[in-house]
């Protein structure tokens, strides 16, 4: 049954590429959008035109952040807008050219999608760094009502820096720009997104979560107590809240938080033979406390109707299979 045409930015993404298959598995057609590649040079996307039913239903696009208007011809005519695309080279860029350009993009597209008089809703990505950065103890929980400080941000949180402040600063500006044009507005904030991808390359939210498969210790802190979510659940709840009738605003997408100790016990016993690091060094070192974040909570999202499957450890089987599969581990 055809439900019409969805535009999902940034399509060759682990995310973004993961939604387009759950959005062509129910029925709809989609427009995609890929950054536009040098001239010579060809981008594979063969695990997209792969897809079933992907040769009658989608159609992609070349588009580019930095020009808003690229966008204008894949919205043109869709019901709806799943914008996952976000700049991803600010560890070369400044914090402030990130964001603007994040900004400036995400407003274009948003107009884009106010003038086709066609699009219902607009499904944005955000994350939880958009909630969890703001100086609330790591026994705390905050929801969709917390807003990541920017000024926290740039004093206490000393990776990602630049992602964190530029989900933020796009986030509220997608939301006045929605509110002010009358255009409904869904964001969702997914945890550390976990589980199998489509391209041929290990995702490095999968690597970093992986760090224990891979050896790299470097990235223990991160995971000391930590807040997961399959791919394909937050693929399902972006297709949710869209379909949801009264879904605006902003949603928190976060199945499981679990501490490093027992993310430990589970790879060391049902994978040993990738001789896991030990984590004794994490639990000895106060320096780590301070990447203790609070909790987040799914309680919105799971009060419209929507129900998570995966667990963490299906998380990881999925993702260690999809790395062998792929020659990867």
């Not at 530029?166 to 500006?173: H, M, P, Q, R």
């Not at 041929?200 to 690597?207: G, N």
């Amino acid at each position: 049954m055809e439900k019409g045409c969805i535009c999902v930015t940034g399509g060759t993404g682990f995310l973004a590429s993961w939604i387009i298959k759950r959005l062509l598995q129910d029925g709809y057609s989609v427009n995609t959008t890929i950054r536009s590649h040098a001239a010579g040079s060809k981008k594979d996307v063969s695990y997209l035109t792969n897809l079933p039913c992907a040769s009658e239903k989608l159609k992609i696009f070349d588009a580019d952040l930095s020009k808003p208007e690229t966008f204008e011809a894949p919205i043109k005519g869709c019901i709806g807008v799943f914008h996952v695309a976000h700049p991803m080279d600010g560890s070369n860029d400044a914090i402030e050219v990130v964001t603007e350009k994040s900004m400036k993009a995400s407003l274009g597209i948003l107009q884009a999608c106010v003038d086709s008089k066609t699009v219902k809703k607009v499904v944005y990505t955000s994350s939880v760094s958009a909630v969890m950065f703001n100086g609330k103890k790591h026994n705390d929980v905050v929801d969709e009502e917390f807003w990541s400080d920017v000024d926290y941000i740039r004093t206490h949180v000393k990776f990602g820096e630049w992602y964190h402040i530029s989900k933020t600063l796009t986030e509220k500006a997608i939301l006045e720009f929605g509110e002010k044009e009358g255009l409904d507005v869904a964001t969702v904030h997914p945890s550390f997104i976990h589980g199998p991808f489509l391209g041929p390359r290990c995702p490095q939210s999968v690597r970093d979560v992986m760090a224990m498969i891979f050896g790299d210790t470097r990235l223990y802190a991160m995971l000391r107590r930590a807040p997961y979510v399959h791919v394909d659940d937050v693929a399902s709840a972006h297709i949710h809240l869209f379909e949801h009738p009264n879904a605006k605003g902003r949603y928190i997408c976060s199945k499981t938080e679990v501490p490093i100790e027992e993310v430990y016990k589970l790879l060391s016993t049902k994978y040993p033979e990738y001789k896991i690091p030990s984590i004794d060094f994490v639990k000895s070192d106060d320096d780590y406390d301070k990447l203790m974040f609070p909790s987040v909570s799914s309680k919105k999202l799971l009060g419209t109707g929507f129900e998570f499957k995966y667990g963490i450890e299906e998380m990881f089987d999925d993702a260690i299979e999809c790395c062998k599969r792929n020659n990867i581990l």
